[in-house]
Structure formats: structure tokens, C-alpha cells
């Protein structure tokens, strides 16, 4: 039928080192095209049941790792854990992916990304939440309710704008009772060690008292709005809470930090990462919801997990591995 | 430091199916949000030393599985390989992602997706490519040359418009030697096996026709244009070639159709698709090339792969398995 032959095949490897040196072409047939040096706005939807979802990224931040990145775990292992996922060492770079969840009757925002004011900070690399949720068309001005998981900076930061007013001037702000409890609790601040937990409080305090604390504290266990339940996944901080969103058939996980970056914390459950308030709750919280998502094959949306952040969840000799969903072109 | 205590932890798993009903809120605070209905436009940005390349989605296409997909392999075990990558069983879906290569001085499209004509076709799900182009800002009558992989429909119907017209009117059509001298054989297509070989031959003539046969062959181990290197990986078709784009120390493998959906075939190196002309040397091709980019740890560009379809390759106990490049939210 062909004329196929081995012959016709060329030693594909070797000719890869071989650049020759004849391009066809050596002039543009036109004016060359500028480039973009840019990238394309991140946002990726899809549907939970009726619910339309869509994933807004407030970028990464990358920072050299720190000695003790992982408590229980020598450097060279978390370097090992890197270069097994391609991912460069010495240095850890840390994703940041809100949902706004669209329910038909609410617009509800789930975490806030690092704030507006650390766009400028962090030269583009960060605070993009609000610039991609208007790429992706939402006004912030129609959300309803701003769920927030725990008061870590990368979660709360951004319910402020850069002159610090409220982001979202017409939403509701819902924050976990036990999570508010804990923060803002002066004898608690007073307990604090120096360093992160005090800086923490402070800066939890400032940005509540920008809001003139108006708050509304949601119970675990509990609905915070149709169809959108508060899991207690205490131990990253006191109150860190997950939630399920279900619709129809659809169900999925939003995780929020049950797990930093994926190829460290999923593929290493038994690693205590420096931010974990308790970690050794912490770990048992993760075995524990990740078994759950293995069993139930649910998907998890991870704040951490690189864009667009939905994954599949599958249990491994050592720990976990996640499972990318593929992107959909269409919804 | 804190009063976290193991009371203070809801049993997670358990509480997932609990589904309270007491949502916090049951109006909406105003009028609701309209749903966007639809998908983010398909691009993405990445460099290669000065290079700047997109990806560019052109959709894709569901299918239900048929009995011979692969031809050496029963039907439950593609439903096996399906199940272990959360994807559905007896269907298939078959992504389409060409890129656009910006050199600088060239702009550069790398195969054409199923075509305009196929949006409506599809309803939307394939024949996004000029879409997507579009938006990613992208003009089609910059492109100064279009590089074609191998002469099957996803990859050159893009290369006209939906009434038959150049899709690119200012570009040079470049096209494999190899695979111009077989489709264009009139003694080839005589011996052409009836059903889908035929329709290929006359599917190829139809759109090289349209475009009165003016392109340019390219040989094997050559620059296309300076840095972008033709690869022979012939076997999917008589004349079936990848890239190597390189610039600086950066280079990716763009690999057309050595592989198609990763979750079959770079799992399973051995199997071997209905749709490959000559089977065994296609797997042959494809150990090659992959046992030198998990060796090189350099990076593919995988025209099935889910969207954006930048991997990095390990080798496996069975095989091959692919690392999808974390999304960048920056340039």
C-alpha cells in the first residue's frame, strides 16, 4: 500500500543535535509581526451540575526555599520532590487560584488571591485576581458573597483594594466561626509567638477593621449559600475550612489549602510545611480528605494546584498523585 | 499557641454527605449575575530562548470508541486505560492544538487545526483555531508561513477558510517532501486502499487544490526557518515530520502526531491506533523519540495533548508518562 521503508525514516535522535544550516527562507515576506509579551488572561470555566464555575488566577509568587520549607524533611529531599516534577530547585513557586461560583441566583466569591496592592509589588506576577476577573467579564460590583477559607494573606488580602476599600463594595463577606474566633481573640494575639503568627494577626486585624469587621461567621458542617457546604479542615490554621460544591449529579472539592503545590505536599502527605499552624493535624486532615477523593474518584480544586487548579486524585504506594482534568475547549 | 484541639475537627468524609439546609442566606443581596455560558478563548504563552510561541486551541472532537481504535488491543482495555485517567469510558476525545511560533523577524503557524468549516460542523467544538487566533491578537494575514506536520484533515483543513479560500493569504506553505511526494502520487493514490485512504488522498488533493499546489517542500534534518529543524517521524503517515524549535538554551519538541491523546498512547508506547499508516514503525518512532526526551528531559509540544499540551516525559515500568508544564500566570 505505501512506500514506507525503514530506509525513509531518519534516525530521529541524532538528527535532533544536527541543526543544519539552510533555511528556506531568510527574509520575512512582510513586516514582522510584534510580539504579545504577554500572557493570555487566566480564567477557565466549567459546570457543577447548573452551577457555572469559573477558576480566576491571582498568579505565583516565587521565592528561594527556605532550609526549613518543610520541617520534618531535609532540604535535598524537597530538591529531590522538585526535580522529580520538572520543577526547578532552590526555589518554590506558589500558585493562587480563586473560583467565583455562579449559582443562577448568587455570585459567589471563594478566597480573594494576595490583593490588589501587591500587583504592583510583586512587578504582574501576583495580586491579577481582580485584572483576570475582569478579563473574564465579572463585575465585582455584581458579587454577592465573598466565602473565605482561612485568614492567610494569600486568601484575605484581597477583599481590600490597593487604597484599601472594600473590593467587593456589594457583597457579603463569610468567614469561618472558628477561623474569626481565633483571630480575633486578644488573648490569642497575645500568645502569639514573634515573627509569622503575630505579623498574621496584625495583618489579619487591619484588613477586618478596613471592613469595620462586617463579618457574617459560618457555622461548619453548614450551607454558607445553596448547595455550597463548609467542611472543617482545621490544622493548616485553626478554622481553615474546605467546601463542596454540589449541583444536580455535579460535586466537587474546593480544598483550599488541604495541600500547598501539589508535587510537594499530594505526592508527600506525611510533609509539615512551616505555614502549618498544626501540622501534624494538618497531615491528618490531608490523609483524610485525600483518601476521601481517591475513594469517591471527586475532583478537588486546589488553590495551590497550577492553573486551572481541578484535578482528579489517585492513591500511589507513597502517597497521592493528582490527575490534571484536561481543559475543555468548550463549557 | 493555639487552642486547636482534635474535638475542634469536624470528621470531614462524613460530613460531606450531610448536606445541611440551613444556607446563611436565601435572597440575593441583588439582582443575579447572568452566566457567561461560555469557555475562556484557548490560548497560551510561552517563550523559547527569544522565541515567543501561543498555543492556540483549535477544539475538540468526542467520539464514541469504536472496536478497532486500536488495533492491537481489546476494547475493555482502552476502557481500563480510560477509567485510570478519570475519562469516560467508550467515547474519546481528541484535542487539536496548533501553535503559532513568533521568531522575531517571522511569524510562524505550525499545522492548521480541522477548519473554519468545521466550527459550525462541530457545533462550536472544533474549528476554533481563527477564533482563538483571534483573540490571542493574532492577525491571520501576518502570518508570514505556515508549517505543515503531516496531510491529515486536523492538521491542513485549517489551511483554508470555510468557503474554500486561503486561510493565511500571505503565507508560504511549507509541506514535508516526503508527504507531498506520497499524497500527491497519482500511482499512490491508485493503490489506496478503499474508505479511509482514498478519502484522505481525496481530501488532500481537495485542499492543495484549492491552494493551486503552490507550496514549498521541505527535506528532512533541515531548517524550516532559523531555529525550527525538520524531524522525520514518519510511520502515522508516509511523510509524517516534528520540529525542534530552539533559540538561546531554550528548545521544545513539537512532536505533531507521534503520540496522540497522552493517556492512551504515551502510557501505552505499544499500542497502535487504527488511524497510524504504518503501525509498527510509528511505535517505533515514538519509543525513539521519547526515550530521548524523558533522557533529555526536554520539553513536548503534543498537538493531542489537553490544552496548553507543553509536557515534560518520564519513563515509566510500562512505558511513558506525561508531566503537563504548570500554567505560568506571567510571560
Same mark, same amino acid.
Given at each position: ?12 535522535a ?18 514582522s ?16 451540575g447548573?452551577?457555572e464555575?469559573?477558576v480566576?488566577?491571582?498568579?505565583? %509568587? ?13 532540604k ?7 526535580a ?6 532552590? $526555589?518554590v ?6 473560583i467565583?461560583? %455562579?449559582?443562577g441566583? $448568587? ?5 480573594t488571591?494576595?490583593?490588589?496592592a501587591?500587583?504592583?509589588? #510583586?512587578?504582574?506576577a501576583?495580586?491579577?485576581f481582580q ?18 477559607? /482561612?485568614?492567610h494573606? +494569600? ?14 463594595p456589594?457583597?457579603?463577606? *463569610?468567614?469561618?466561626a ?12 497575645s ?8 505579623? *498574621?494577626f496584625?495583618s %489579619?486585624r487591619?484588613?477586618? +477593621? ?5 463579618v457574617?461567621?459560618?457555622?461548619m ?7 455550597i ?9 485553626a478554622?481553615?475550612?474546605s /467546601?463542596v460544591?454540589?449541583?444536580g #449529579?455535579? $460535586? ?19 510533609w ?20 476521601? *477523593?481517591?475513594?469517591?474518584?471527586m ?23 493528582e490527575i490534571?482534568?484536561?481543559? #475543555?475547549?468548550?463549557?
Open positions: 500500500m505505501t512506500e514506507l521503508t525503514r530506509r525513509s525514516m531518519l534516525t530521529s541524532a538528527a535532533l543535535g544536527a541543526a543544519a544550516m539552510t533555511p528556506i527562507n531568510s527574509e520575512p515576506a512582510h513586516a509581526a510584534p510580539a504579545a509579551n504577554q500572557q493570555a488572561p487566566g480564567f477557565y470555566r466549567y459546570k457543577v447548573d452551577y464555575i469559573t480566576v488566577t491571582d498568579g505565583a %509568587n516565587t521565592r528561594p526555599l527556605e532550609d526549613n520549607y518543610i520541617i520534618n524533611q531535609k535535598e529531599d524537597v530538591n529531590a520532590a522538585l522529580a516534577a520538572f520543577m526547578e530547585k532552590d $526555589k513557586t506558589i500558585r493562587y487560584s480563586p467565583v461560583v %455562579n449559582t441566583s $448568587k455570585l459567589i466569591v471563594i478566597d488571591g494576595t490583593g490588589e501587591n500587583f504592583e509589588r #510583586s512587578k504582574g501576583a495580586g491579577q485584572k483576570n476577573l475582569k478579563a473574564a467579564g465579572i463585575d465585582r460590583n455584581a458579587v454577592d458573597m465573598v466565602v473565605i477559607s /482561612h485568614f494573606g +494569600d486568601h484575605v488580602n484581597g477583599l481590600l483594594t490597593a487604597d484599601n476599600k472594600p473590593a467587593f456589594n457583597a457579603e463577606i *463569610l468567614v469561618p472558628p477561623e474569626w474566633k481565633f483571630w480575633m481573640d486578644d488573648g490569642e494575639m500568645r502569639a509567638s514573634a515573627g509569622r503568627m503575630q505579623d *498574621l496584625a %489579619n487591619r484588613v477586618f +477593621d478596613a471592613l469595620g469587621r462586617k457574617t461567621p459560618y457555622e458542617g453548614k450551607e454558607v449559600a445553596p448547595g457546604t463548609a467542611v472543617a479542615t482545621h490544622g493548616h490554621s478554622g481553615h475550612t /467546601h460544591i454540589a449541583s #449529579s455535579g $460535586k466537587v472539592f474546593v480544598q483550599a489549602d488541604v495541600t500547598n503545590l501539589p508535587q510537594l505536599f499530594v505526592r508527600n502527605p506525611g509539615h510545611a512551616s505555614f502549618d499552624q498544626d501540622p501534624k493535624m494538618a497531615e491528618e486532615v490531608r490523609r483524610k480528605i485525600y483518601d476521601m *477523593l481517591a475513594a469517591e474518584k475532583m478537588v480544586q486546589g488553590f495551590h494546584y497550577p492553573f486551572p487548579a481541578l484535578a482528579y486524585v489517585e492513591k500511589t504506594s507513597t502517597g497521592y498523585r490534571p482534568v484536561p481543559w #475543555s475547549p468548550t463549557l
